[in-house]
């Protein structure tokens, strides 16, 4: 699937031969790994704060 923006600025989608069902399990598996991206920085995040808690930045 691809998506192109005419030059109205209306978006068109173009399903290359596939159906909704593989277009859901697309988009499913973006937003699943999207999430876990996510929970991935948290910990990051998390994990520094740890050792700077007063929001301290660490020297390069």
């Known amino acids: 699937m691809h998506l192109y923006v005419n ?3 209306k978006t068109i ?3 290359e ?4 069902e593989e ?3 697309s988009i499913t598996h973006l937003i699943v790994s999207l999430l ?3 929970r991935e920085c948290k910990y990051i995040f998390k ?3 740890k050792k700077h ?3 301290c930045k660490e020297k390069n």
């Open 7 to 9: 030059q109205d600025g």
């Open 13 to 15: 989608m173009d399903w």
């Open 17 to 20: 031969g596939r159906n909704p």
């Open 23 to 25: 277009f859901e399990d």
């Open 36 to 38: 876990e991206k996510q």
């Open 47 to 49: 994990e520094k704060e």
């Open 53 to 55: 808690p007063l929001g």
